[in-house]
C-alpha cells in the first residue's frame, strides 16, 4: 500500500457556491485506518472548514453514513486499504446537502411520525408478558441505528422520489407488525399510503446494511405478503373475514 | 476506423449495458430459456426406457404455469428488474444505470401481476409428487429395482424443486408462519415457531435454490436426449430384479 492516498472529498458551502465540486487531498495512511480517520486528518490539517458529521466512531450511531467510491458505507466502518489509494467520499445523494458531507435526514423524523403506532390489544393484563419465542423474530430489526444507508441506496428514493416510506420504514413497519401484542395490521397504510408497491425487492437495502439487517427478506417481503393478503388474494380476505366473525 | 469502431462500441454499451456485463445469471437464464423451446420444438423427447423427461411431468401443458411460478419468485423478480429494466442495474453509484429521467412505477401497475405468485406457489405444491413419481417409475420400469445414474438425477431434480418451492417467500408468509403475530398463542408455540426457523434457513438460500434447480432441469433433460440419441451413458448402479 501506498504511504499516501488521494481523497476526494465533495465540497458545498450553500453561502458560497452554487453547486458542489470534488477537492483533492492527499493524506498519509497509518495501519488500520479508516475513511473517517482521513476525513478527520484533513479537517485537523488540511481544511478545517470541512463539514462532516461524525459521533462515535464504532457503527454505532451512524453519524457518518456518506458515499465512498459510489457506495453508501459508514465512515468509520471502512478501512482504507480495503478500498485503494484513491477514495472518493461523498455525502449521500438522497437528502439534500447541508454543507460538504452533512446531510439533512430530517425527512424521515416525519415519514417515522406517519408510521401507525403500537396499539396494544384491548385489555391486557399488565404487567405485559411476551414471550422469548415472540421476542426473537423481530429482535434483528432492534438493531437498525438509522444511519439511513438504505434510504439512501433505494432507488426509488433516490432516482424516482416516489411516494414510497423507504427500507428503513418497512422494518419499523414489520417490528410493530411484529410485535405479539400490537393489535393493528399495517398494510392498509404501507400499500395505500405508504407506496410498498413501489419497492421491486432488488435487495440493495439489504447488501449496504452496516448492521446486517434482512431488510428485504425479513421485513419488506413479509410486509408485501400481508399486502397481498388484503388485496390481492380473495382466499385470505374470505379466511380473514371470516374470522373477524368468529371474534377470532 | 479503429476510433469509429471503439465509439460505435461505445455507444452500443451505453445504450444496452447489459450485453456488457458479467451477468451469468440473466445470460445463463436466456440462454436456458432459448434452449429450451428449442429442444422442446424441434427434438422432442418425452420418455425413454421409463425416464421421463422433468419438461413432461406431468405434461407439458402445465409449463406455463411452471414459467410463471419462476417469473412472479422473489429471486427471479429481483434479477430481472435489476438486470433487464436497470432499475436499478447494480447499487453501486455509478453503475446505477437508473435515473429521474426513466419512468417506473414499480410493482404498482403492470408488475402488480407478481402479487399472484401465491397461487401459482399452490399448483407448484400440486406438481411437486409428480416428480418423485417419475423417480419411482425411472427405478421400476425393468422390474425389480434398477437405480441408473438418470434415476438419482432424476431424484436430485425432484429434491431441488422442492428445497426451491419450499424456501419460497409467499410459502414462508402463508405455510410456514410468516403471517402469525404470536407464536405463543398458538396450541404448540414450539412446534410453531421451529417449522418457521427451519423455513427460514431455507429461505436465506432461495435465489440458490431457484438457480441450481433451474439449472439441474437442463441437465437432467440433456442426459435425457444424449440417451435417446443413442449415446452409450446409460449406466446402472444398482440392480435387484
Known amino acids: ?248 | 476506423m479503429e476510433n469509429k469502431n471503439s465509439n460505435v462500441l461505445g455507444s452500443i454499451k451505453k445504450a444496452i449495458p447489459e450485453l456488457f456485463e458479467p451477468n451469468w445469471r440473466l445470460w445463463s437464464f436466456i440462454a436456458i430459456l432459448i434452449f429450451a423451446i428449442l429442444a422442446l420444438v424441434v427434438f422432442p423427447v418425452k420418455e425413454y426406457k421409463g425416464l421421463i423427461d422433468p419438461f413432461y411431468s406431468p405434461t407439458i401443458l402445465v409449463l406455463p404455469v411452471v414459467g410463471l411460478f419462476r417469473l412472479t419468485c422473489y429471486a427471479y423478480r429481483k434479477d430481472y428488474y435489476r438486470n433487464v429494466f436497470n432499475h436499478p442495474q447494480s447499487c453501486a453509484a455509478d453503475e446505477r444505470g437508473d435515473s429521474n429521467s426513466r419512468g417506473y412505477s414499480g410493482e404498482t401497475s403492470l408488475f402488480a401481476f407478481n402479487n399472484l405468485h401465491r397461487y401459482l406457489l399452490y399448483a407448484g405444491i400440486i406438481l411437486l409428487p409428480f416428480f418423485y413419481y417419475d423417480f419411482y417409475v425411472s427405478v421400476t420400469y425393468f422390474g425389480g429395482f434398477v437405480l441408473r445414474f438418470a434415476s438419482v438425477l432424476i431424484l436430485l431434480n425432484a429434491i431441488l424443486l422442492t428445497l426451491w418451492v419450499f424456501s419460497c417467500h409467499a410459502f414462508r408468509h402463508v405455510f410456514a408462519g410468516g403471517n402469525v403475530k404470536c407464536y405463543d398463542c398458538s396450541l404448540n408455540p414450539k412446534a410453531r415457531k421451529g417449522f418457521f426457523n427451519a423455513q427460514s434457513m431455507l429461505n436465506k438460500r432461495h435465489e440458490d435454490w431457484a438457480f441450481i434447480s433451474l439449472v439441474v432441469i437442463i441437465l437432467l433433460d440433456l442426459y435425457l436426449r444424449a440417451l435417446a440419441a443413442g449415446w452409450p451413458i446409460d449406466f446402472r448402479i444398482l440392480q435387484v430384479l
Open chain 1, 1 to 248: 500500500m501506498n504511504k499516501e492516498i488521494k481523497l476526494n472529498i465533495y465540497r458545498f458551502d450553500p453561502e458560497k457556491d452554487k453547486e458542489g465540486h470534488f477537492q483533492e487531498f492527499s493524506v498519509p495512511v497509518k495501519e488500520g485506518m479508516v475513511v473517517l480517520d482521513a476525513v478527520h486528518y484533513v479537517e485537523n490539517n488540511l481544511d478545517p472548514s470541512l463539514a462532516v458529521r461524525w459521533n462515535c466512531k464504532a457503527a454505532r450511531c451512524g453519524s457518518c453514513a456518506a458515499e465512498i467510491n459510489g457506495m453508501p458505507k459508514l465512515m468509520c466502518k471502512t478501512r482504507v486499504d480495503s478500498i485503494g489509494d484513491k477514495i472518493s467520499v461523498t455525502p449521500m445523494k438522497a437528502f439534500p446537502v447541508v454543507k460538504d458531507l452533512v446531510t439533512d435526514v430530517s425527512r424521515n423524523w416525519e415519514i417515522a411520525k406517519k408510521i401507525p403506532a403500537f396499539t396494544p390489544k384491548p385489555n391486557l393484563k399488565e404487567p405485559w408478558v411476551i414471550d422469548e419465542i415472540d421476542v426473537s423474530r423481530s429482535r434483528e430489526f432492534r438493531n437498525c441505528i438509522e444511519c439511513f444507508l438504505c434510504q439512501d441506496v433505494c432507488h426509488v428514493i433516490r432516482e424516482h422520489d416516489k411516494n414510497y416510506i423507504g427500507p428503513r420504514f418497512m422494518v419499523k413497519a414489520a417490528s410493530l407488525d411484529m410485535h405479539p401484542l400490537d393489535n393493528i395490521d399495517r398494510s392498509k397504510f404501507l400499500h395505500e399510503e405508504g407506496g410498498a408497491g413501489y419497492c421491486n425487492i432488488t435487495k440493495c437495502c439489504q447488501s449496504v446494511c452496516p448492521e446486517h439487517i434482512a431488510i428485504t427478506d425479513n421485513a419488506i417481503i413479509p410486509e408485501k405478503e400481508s399486502i397481498v393478503d388484503s388485496y390481492y388474494d380473495p382466499l385470505t380476505m374470505l379466511f380473514k373475514k371470516l374470522r373477524t366473525k368468529n371474534g377470532k
